[in-house]
Structures are given as C-alpha cells and as structure tokens.
C-alpha cells in the first residue's frame, strides 16, 4: 500500500472514531463563556503552537470569543525564555494575563505534556496554575492525553491508528475539530467569507 492510500485510509479511520462525547462536552465548556465576559486561553508547542495562533484568529473573528495565545508575541515568548526558563513561560504569561475562574485555557498538544519525561513541561506548570486560579481546562491531545487528559474538564485524545504517525494525525485534528466547533451554530456568529458571497452562474 501506498503511503498515500495509507494515510488518507488512516484520516478516514480517525475522523470515524473521535469522541463525540468530549467534543459536546468541550462545547458545552465555551457556549457560557462568551456571554459571561471570560476569555479563552489558547497553548501550545511545535505545530501545535500554530495551531493556536490559528484558532485565536477563528474564535475572535468568526465565534466572538476574547482569545489570546501567548504564541502571537514572540519578544515577550523569548525575553521570558532567557529571563526565567522554557518551563514557566506559560504559567508567567496566565499570570500576567490576571487567568481567573471566569476564563477556559486550551491546548493543543500531541503528548499532553509527561513529568517522567520531561516533555512539555511548559504546558504542564501551565495547567498546574489554571487549575489553582479555577479556570477551567480543555484540550485536544494525542496518544494517551498526557497531563493535559489528566487535568482537562473536557479533553479529545485523538485515536492512534499507527504509532509512526502520531504527530501528524494528532496536529491535523486539531484544526478538524476546533474548526467543526467554530462552525457548530450554536457557537458561530459571522459567515466565512466564501460561503456568505452569492454564486454567480
């Protein structure tokens, strides 16, 4: 079989299986959020920090959320890099961003952050004071979740389907679903611009 064949069977395999469950869950987390005046918290490393940027955009431009992603500045990203270490960056930044129990912090992830590890260890001193201040956690991860799963309100671990293609799987359904919940009716507020133009023939 070609890789080609391989993959999309593997997508395909994916999208069939998802938690549902956990996206509705993940839903009903944000649907108050807007109304009430909390804002969303958006983190990640890697691809997985694009994918934030990404998704700051969507929620801010077409649901009408107060998103934010540290990864959009990156002077403040590296002089609290060099100035207090890769490990408390976020938590710094959540902090700096006054993060309280009205709030949602989200993360992308593939492994959720491992202590054993010493894998992402930002993401986890990161939900380490969310958790403190109250704030309530979703995310989207792959393989077993990690820490993220661990501490997550709502979580959608991505279901591996071939262990040499975690990563890829994992970061691509990350844009799949938090685009399948900024386009659920319940949470959408303005039209992509594509659909909303009228088709001229």
């Not at 060099?82 to 949602?104: C, M, P, Q």
């Not at 077993?144 to 991505?158: L, N, P, Q």
Request: hydrophobic share 45%; proline share 2%.
């Amino acid at each position: 079989m070609s890789h080609l064949k391989q993959y999309l069977q593997e997508t395909a395999e994916i999208a069939s299986c998802l938690n549902q469950t956990q996206i509705e869950a993940m839903i009903q987390i944000l649907l108050p959020l807007r109304n009430s005046g909390g804002r969303l918290f958006f983190l990640g490393v890697g691809g997985s920090a694009a994918n934030a940027s990404h998704a700051v955009n969507d929620f801010r431009k077409i649901a009408g959320f107060e998103a934010y992603t540290p990864l959009d500045n990156v002077a403040e990203l590296t002089a609290r890099t060099n100035d207090e270490g890769w490990e408390g960056i976020f938590a710094a930044w959540l902090k700096g961003s006054r993060l309280s129990a009205a709030d949602v912090v989200w993360v992308f992830s593939v492994g959720g952050g491992n202590k054993e590890k010493n894998v992402s260890t930002n993401l986890i001193a990161a939900l380490d004071y969310a958790k403190a201040q109250k704030a309530k956690i979703i995310g989207i991860v792959g393989r077993d979740g990690g820490y993220t799963a661990k501490m997550a309100d709502a979580c959608v671990v991505i279901p591996t389907v071939n262990a040499e293609n975690i990563t890829p799987h994992t970061e691509s359904f990350q844009a799949v679903i938090w685009h399948l919940m900024v386009t659920d009716p319940r949470i959408m507020q303005q039209h992509n611009k594509w659909e909303s133009l009228a088709v001229v023939k």
